[in-house]
């Protein structure tokens, strides 16, 4: 059974930066793809950055140029550098990662950019 979880978030200012990290345990096989979403209060939950197997890379277009997702295949492991962060970045972000069929989702991480 795959369980996904999240490190890394905290408080920092504007203009700072984060790294968040997930980890996957109950796993042996690379997924098809990993990446981040978030979420803010009152708000629906939205990609943020999504890496495939391949190496492949999705983004936002609020957060190009800023963020970088980062995946390690033989751990099942991603994180996401998070750089120039905002004040319209506060959120929970969460790990997600697929396999072909289905999705996993860790329990989220709290970002808080203070302006």
């Known amino acids: 059974q795959v369980q996904l979880m999240e490190s890394g978030g905290g408080l920092v200012q504007a203009g700072g930066s984060l790294r968040l990290s997930c980890a996957a345990s109950?796993?042996?096989?690379?997924?098809?793809?990993m990446g981040w979403y978030r979420q803010a209060p009152g708000k629906q939950r939205e990609p943020v950055a999504v890496?495939?197997?391949?190496?492949?890379?999705n983004y936002a277009d609020s957060v190009l140029g800023r963020f970088t997702i980062l995946r390690d295949n033989a751990k099942n492991t991603v994180a996401l550098q998070m750089n120039m962060l905002k004040p319209e970045d506060t959120a929970v972000y969460y790990c997600?990662?697929?396999?072909?069929?289905?999705?996993?989702w860790g329990p989220g991480t709290q970002v808080t950019v203070s302006s």
């Open positions: 997600n990662a697929k396999p072909w069929m289905g999705s996993y």
């Open positions: 890496i495939g197997s391949d190496g492949i890379t």
């Open positions: 109950g796993s042996t096989v690379s997924f098809r793809s």
